[in-house]
T-cell receptor
Framework: AQSVAQPEDQVNVAEGNPLTVKCTYSVSGNPYLFWYVQYPNRGLQFLLK??????LVKGSYGFEAEFNKSQTSFHLKKPSALVSDSALYFC???????????FGSGTKLNVKP | DADVTQTPRNRITKTGKRIMLECSQTKGHDRMYWYRQDPGLGLRLIYY???????NKGEISDGYSVSRQAQAKFSLSLESAIPNQTALYFC??????????????FGPGTRLTVL
């Protein structure tokens, strides 16, 4: 079965500090992994994806994510958080042999000044 | 978001009413999806379509139906709305790349309240 877990409902970080939003997955075959961000009253916006190649993927707004096959994880990171990064973040996975995406339950990121 | 539009953006209706949510896209993508978002549950797939003649059920299709009128249009209907269908509904599109994968692009959402 395909699934995604985001173990933290909420992450709090001070502005300027590094942030990590965690994601683990379960999928048959090679995974295609995605991060999306949702601002209030908006749809989901694509941040970055891992398909193949370098395990460190760079995306929009200074975010990056590290694919770790042995730990089946794809954690989202940013070296220095901004207050404007406060939003709801979703991890998603699709197996290479499957046509559907599976989303995690979301993690609310709060960045305090 | 402007490439994928949803109407209406907000709707309040009563139990038993038939409701249609519409989605249009100008991205030229073949694949379209309908999701619902509930607090703490993330996004759950209702229906998806890979072309005009292809309609597939997602994980929570009961109580919903869809129509793919054209490549650019994908409508979601609630035949007889019930209160537990109160949620935020998202339409998304995607298209396969040469690597055999796709990225989804989402509309702004429709907030539906069933009284």
């Amino acid at each position: 079965a395909q699934s995604v877990a985001q173990p933290e409902d909420q992450v709090n970080v001070a502005e300027g500090n590094p942030l990590t939003v965690k994601c683990t997955y379960s999928v048959s075959g090679n995974p295609y992994l995605f991060w999306y961000v949702q601002y209030p009253n908006r749809g989901l916006q694509f941040l970055l994806k891992y398909i193949t190649g370098d395990n460190l993927v760079k995306g929009s707004y200074g975010f990056e994510a590290e694919f770790n096959k042995s730990q089946t994880s794809f954690h989202l990171k940013k070296p220095s958080a901004l207050v404007s990064d406060s939003a709801l973040y979703f991890c998603a996975v699709r197996g290479e042999n499957f046509n559907k995406f599976y989303f995690g339950s979301g993690t609310k990121l709060n960045v305090k000044p | 978001d402007a490439d994928v539009t949803q109407t209406p953006r907000n709707r309040i209706t009563k139990t038993g009413k038939r409701i249609m949510l519409e989605c249009s896209q100008t991205k030229g993508h073949d694949r379209m999806y309908w999701y619902r978002q509930d607090p703490g549950l993330g996004l759950r797939l209702i229906y998806y379509s890979f072309d005009v003649k292809d309609i597939n059920k997602g994980e929570i299709s009961d109580g919903y139906s869809v129509s793919r009128q054209a490549q650019a249009k994908f409508s979601l209907s609630l035949e007889s709305a019930i209160p537990n269908q109160t949620a935020l509904y998202f339409c998304a599109t995607s298209d396969l790349t040469v690597l055999g994968t796709d990225t989804q692009y989402f509309g702004p959402g429709t907030r539906l309240t069933v009284l």
